[in-house]
């Protein structure tokens, strides 16, 4: 019988989940990801855990909600003593490697104090998310006055300049910049710059460079174990410019229409409110910027599916697609200008929702190949199946998502979610400041169900709700409807009932408890017992019987 001995599981960054022609698009054809929702099962209701790229990817990477992991922001460390799912894999005999991004922060001072060092392969691995590294690059190489955004050395750079592309930070000057008639840098920083080519050679450009690499990890992995490859890529995220030839092969008519009202901005809630009048919503809401930017996330998008053609003819001609779980999703979404919006951070769909799409090569897969599966899933769920994929039983004490196996099997599990869960830490940003929050108040939640979308905020605001059944597009407001208040109580107890949950407790499963249930009585420790009938004689014999010397008053 066939089976799944690797995983490949391939993120890509930023990309929406309706930006795919299997999922509808009506100009956007990604045939090779449709090739591989054909042979498998698309989930069209993904949420992941966070909208904002590390606090999302930490998430994907232990299984478990924001809140458990702590690593809420981009560069917040995930804590020494987090399980990763490379933690998990390895214990089931499966490596796990990085090819691309992670968007991981060390915990640097909870190394020192634990006198753990990173050059060890402990150390390295938990400084690198669990992961074996075979290429790690973030892919987010700015550089200011006061230096580099990212400090650690870039191998995409280093690639640059082995192929001849001058300067200290090619990665700007020619894989994200166009170039003026006047020989004058046009930043892909600058969005009136997006409809440019991005000044490289297409096969030097992020995403080819990337899918060699993970070629290059499959071709050169040892064969006498299996693997996950975490083949991580950095597009379609901005700088919003993409190479020859598809930088001009979408145009504004091919645009979809924005999908805003002038309603959503009357009686705004605050904190949507601070998000839609910040720079990024006012740039891609300038005139005539959107109709640049979108032609150019597509054509990212469209690099994104040709080179995932080139990885799966890989893994055809090689053999590996009969023993190979092939995963497909992102990070989080992208607003490009929806409800006044730019970027992500909020929870409305095109933010929260991503793509996820997996072919399972086991025979017992069969019967849903093809299908579209519409349950609630959260990205935590896939390290649940992974470690069910490597043979492994999931430890829910620590694990906090479901395994997808018995949806991809065709199974209807009589206990699947009712809801989902999403957070967003916000106070890192400037909105803090303009909302007069304290960081601890700087907080929002995601209730969402098949019906309804619901958003509670720290601080003292109101929530915000959504019909998805009559208001599928997210354009009208509930949250202060006298109507629906019995709907925003349900969400607020679903909000309690999934915030008492047992997250901590990770190093003791519910089996170890229940095992362990009466063990000091047999070792001795009898409290509650009268005359000794209540315990069993073996019990009570250790504390009966004679003694050898009786202690007199006069000693």
């Known amino acids: 019988m066939a089976k799944a001995r690797n995983i490949l599981f391939i993120m890509y960054d930023q990309l929406r989940y ?21 042979k498998g ?29 702590g690593a809420a922001w981009n560069n917040f460390p995930l804590k020494v003593g987090e399980h990763t799912l490379g933690d998990h894999l390895r214990q089931c005999g499966m490596d796990s490697w990085l090819v691309g991004k992670t968007h991981m922060k060390i915990d640097q001072s909870g190394m020192e104090r634990l006198g753990i060092n990173a050059e060890s392969i402990i150390g390295a691995r938990v400084a690198e998310c669990g992961f074996d590294i075979f290429v790690r690059d973030d892919g987010i190489w700015p550089m200011g006055p006061d230096g580099m955004y990212d400090t650690k050395p870039s191998p995409y750079n280093k690639y640059l300049g082995e192929k ?15 170039v003026e008639d006047d020989m004058e840098l046009a930043s892909g920083w600058l969005l009136q710059h997006t409809d440019k080519p991005a000044n490289i050679r297409e096969q030097d450009s992020e995403t080819p460079w990337l899918t060699r690499c993970g070629i290059d990890f499959m071709e050169n992995v040892k064969p006498d174990r299996p693997w996950l490859c975490h083949l ?36 705004a809630h605050p904190v949507y409110e601070a998000y839609f009048s910040n720079a990024i919503a006012k740039a891609i809401s300038t005139e005539g910027i959107r109709e640049k930017v979108v032609p150019a996330y597509m054509g990212l998008v469209k690099q994104c599916d040709d080179q995932l053609g080139v990885l799966i003819e890989y ?65 935590i769920d896939l ?61 929002l939640f995601m209730v969402a169900d098949k019906r309804w979308k619901f958003m509670h ?41 999934w ?34 009938s209540e315990v069993a004689s073996e019990v009570l014999a250790a504390v009966t019987g004679k003694v050898q010397y009786r202690f007199t008053d006069e000693e």
């Not at 099962?41 to 809140?67: D, I």
């Not at 090619?170 to 894989?175: E, F, N, T």
């Not at 018995?406 to 989902?420: I, M, N, Q, T, V």
């Open 41 to 69: 099962v698309r989930f069209s209701n993904c949420y992941v855990q966070s909208p904002v790229c590390g606090a999302s990817r930490m998430s994907f990477y232990t299984g478990r909600y924001v809140q458990s992991h």
């Open 457 to 497: 905020a720290e601080g003292g605001f109101r929530p915000m709700l959504f019909d998805m059944l009559s208001d599928p597009k997210e354009l009208n407001d509930l949250g202060d409807s006298p109507e629906h208040e019995s709907t925003i109580q349900l969400m607020y107890d679903r909000l309690g009932q």
């Open 18 to 38: 309706d930006y795919l022609s299997c999922a509808g698009h009506p100009h956007l054809h990604t045939p090779n990801f449709d090739r591989i929702a054909a």
């Open 232 to 267: 991580s890529f950095i597009k379609p995220h901005w700088p919003y410019i993409v190479p020859k030839p598809y930088h001009d092969m979408y145009d504004a008519n091919q645009v979809l229409p924005v999908n805003r009202s002038e309603a959503e901005k009357q009686n």
């Open 315 to 379: 893994l055809e001609s090689s053999g590996r697609m009969q023993d190979t779980m092939i995963v497909l999703t992102s990070d989080h979404g992208d607003y490009l200008g929806d409800h006044w919006l730019g970027e992500k951070d909020l929870f409305h769909e095109c933010s929260v929702k991503v793509p996820l799409i997996i072919y399972d090569p086991s025979t017992q897969a069969d019967a849903t190949r093809g299908s579209v599966c519409d349950e609630l899933v959260e990205s």
């Open 499 to 532: 915030s008492r949950r047992a997250s901590q407790r990770t190093t003791k499963s519910d089996q170890d408890i229940i095992s362990s249930r009466g063990s000091s009585r047999r070792m001795g420790v009898l409290l509650g017992v009268v005359d000794g």
């Open 383 to 443: 390290t649940a199946t992974f470690i069910e994929t490597a043979g492994g039983e999931v430890p829910d004490h620590i694990v906090e998502g479901k395994s997808l196996h018995p949806l991809l099997c065709g199974e209807s599990p009589d206990e699947w979610r009712k809801f989902a869960i999403s957070e967003f830490d916000y106070s890192a940003t400037a909105m803090v400041d303009k909302l007069g929050l304290t960081p601890r108040e700087a907080r």
């Open 164 to 178: 001849q592309y001058p300067g200290i930070n090619p990665w700007h000057d020619y894989a994200n910049s166009g």
